[in-house]
């Protein structure tokens, strides 16, 4: 697995002409090297793939990375970089434009002489597709974050704050084998779920209100996300009704995610159902992202994505809202797999309308 990234990356590099790569992305460290942790650097070249760490890491890298010459550093991870690339020979080198800090672009320049070092590339394009091993990793921390769903239906009631609905959801997917929430907890109750990121708070959860709670677990570094919403006490018709719109844009979202479509015209499919129904100025975000060692990536669906066409092996979420501001609103989401045959939602909790009563 590790050497077939390799190789791709290694094309990858060839078709633009660099002899080497400097790899800082933590999410890439793990990815073209299979090493988890900070502090490190990666250098990457036709025919060397070297590990820069310190003393803390050595055995960890040399266990994790068996491809990778590990070396080590004492007196600074750059100036070892820097070291490194002179010793190979290489001159033209890249970097990581979206995650080498400037300050350290800028140290890194003044000791790479002779070398050119202006190359900034975006690796993020070489993790679209996802792998068998990937997907099994996702899929374990999707039905970790289904079973904390079916949990916290119980749990929730009339009294019970924000907070403790976000601690009982996270403390069951850590139970479950969730190394850490895929990201803060999302819930918000009331008036509270105009708020599409609205973070849990002290607030508590009164009769008659929608709860939105948006979350994720980690599993083996491999992320998920579903957003759900429930009436906790008596709904009444608004509640109904707009739940019915959402669930049906929703619905409709994942008909479409198809191999071969763009992911502007997804977005743009489900943007114009909602404001059919009248919520043109109710739904502010993108419609999904993928996801995997991040809970953000490529491709997207969006006014502005970037992405002519949704091909296998990719995944997207899928997560229309309507929020209307001191009066409430929700969300519904699910990570879908794109095959041949089409899209196939990844996460099983129920999206039927539930009233906890």
Known sequence: MIS????????????RAVDAIVINKEVNLHY????????????????????????????????????????????GLLKKTAECIQKAGWKKIAFEGNALFYDDYSKLSALLTGCSFQTALNLSPLRVIKEDEELECIQKAVAISDAAFEDIVQFIRPGKSENEVA???????????????AFTTIVASGVRGSL???IATEKLIVDGEFVTMDYGAVYKGYHSDITRTVCVGHADASHRALYDTVLQAQLLGVKLV??????????????DQLSAAGYEKNFGHGLGHSLGLEIHEEPRLSPSSTCESLAPGMLITVEPGVY??????????????????????????????????
Not at 40 to 69: G, S
Not at 258 to 265: A, D, E, F, M
Not at 338 to 349: D, F, H, N
């Open 167 to 181: 601690a009982r959801l996270e403390t069951v997917m850590r139970s479950l084998g969730s190394e850490r929430p």
């Open 32 to 75: 073209f090297s299979g090493f988890r942790g900070d502090d490190t650097l990666l250098l990457v070249a036709k025919d060397q793939a070297i590990l820069i760490t310190d003393f803390r890491y050595t055995e960890q890298a040399a266990a994790q990375a068996p491809l990778f010459e590990i070396v080590e550093q004492q007196q």
């Open 258 to 271: 198809q191999p071969g479509v763009s992911g502007k015209s997804v977005d743009k499919a489900v943007r």
């Open 324 to 357: 209307l501001p001191g009066w409430g609103g929700l969300r519904i989401e699910d990570t879908v797999l794109i095959t041949a045959a089409g899209g196939v939602p990844l996460t099983r909790s129920s999206k039927q309308f539930i009233e906890i009563l």
């Open 196 to 198: 599409p990121h609205g």
């Open 4 to 15: 077939e990234r390799l190789a791709h990356l290694r094309a990858f590099l060839a078709e």
